[in-house]
């Protein structure tokens, strides 16, 4: 969002307001070491939107991703959430494609869902304006529309 970051891993959770366009996001950046996932129920109550990001580099976790993913996104609390997917570290060779990151998290295969990946290289923050106008357009059509999108009705 214009300011560079030194990458750290999220220890605990960390919550900031982001304001993009004209839609304030409430962003909790969730860590995900394995001992914290269990307490990832609490930030779902809602969330109009899920943005996971993913190490494309990372063939061999695509799997723990997939199934912290569909942990998620399979909770009642989200069901009406929409959903971004960051591909990261696009820029790298060996990186998997976007559609290799689709197929891993089972994206094909979500039904009645909206959702979209993005290919991303955050260090250098490109794809990630991409994916938050998709964001941003996505959610103030359904709120013009009437749709909810989190569980207790639309909270842009």
């Known amino acids: 969002m214009g300011e560079v970051l030194s990458t750290v891993p999220t220890v605990g959770f960390n919550v900031e307001k982001v304001q993009y ?4 996001f ?8 394995e001992k914290l996932r269990s307490l990832w129920k609490m930030y ?3 969330s109009d939107a899920l943005i996971y990001v993913v190490d494309s580099l990372d063939r061999d976790r695509i799997g ?3 199934q912290e993913f569909q942990t998620i996104i399979k909770d009642p609390l989200m069901a009406n959430s929409i959903i971004l997917v960051f591909a990261n570290k696009q820029d790298l060779r060996g990186a998997m494609s976007t559609d290799e990151v689709s197929e891993g998290l ?6 009645n869902r909206i959702w979209h990946i993005q290919g991303t290289c955050a260090l250098r923050g ?4 991409d994916g938050l106008d998709w ?11 009437g749709h909810a999108t989190s569980v207790a009705g639309p909270s842009i």
């Open 21 to 24: 366009k004209n839609v304030v």
């Open 126 to 129: 490109e794809g990630l304006y």
């Open 106 to 111: 089972g994206l094909h295969d979500l039904r």
């Open 44 to 46: 779902l109550s809602n």
């Open 64 to 66: 723990d991703a997939r």
């Open 135 to 145: 964001l941003a357009s996505t959610l103030k059509q359904l709120q013009e529309s």
């Open 26 to 33: 409430t962003v909790w950046d969730v860590g995900g070491q």
